[in-house]
Nanobody, 123 residues
């Protein structure tokens, strides 16, 4: 099993920045780590993903150019740097792990999930 713990959420004004962290632990290796978000009344939405080995990244169009996903292999931590935040970025953000090595954006393709961290962007 893999345990994922997110941190770093909070309240920020439009145009501001936040950095989310996801600490991974456990005995099973996840090839892909992703960030998803879910706003009230909406479907869970893909944000970004990264491959542990090699560092290939993949972003949704809505965050490309504003968000950056990265990983610290030594610390087993994945980050999501969020810049130029907008009110529509407000959501609970989830870290997820996928056992298969292909990059995917569908939340159903991920095996492990954190508890989520709230991000609120005020206008």
């Amino acid at each position: 099993q893999v345990q994922l713990v997110e941190s770093g959420g909070g309240l920020v004004q439009t145009g501001g920045s936040l950095r989310l962290s996801c600490a991974a632990s456990g005995r099973t290796f996840s090839h892909i780590m992703g960030w998803f978000r879910q706003a009230p009344g909406k479907e869970r939405e893909f944000v970004a993903a990264i491959r542990w080995i090699g560092g290939s990244t993949y972003y949704s169009d809505s965050v490309k150019g504003r968000f950056t996903i990265s990983r610290d292999n030594a610390g087993n931590t994945v980050y999501l740097q969020m810049n130029s935040l907008k009110p529509e970025d407000t959501a609970v953000y989830y870290c997820a792990g996928r056992n298969h090595p292909t990059l995917r954006s569908e939340w159903q393709q991920y095996n492990y999930w954190g508890q989520g961290t709230q991000v609120t962007v005020s206008s």
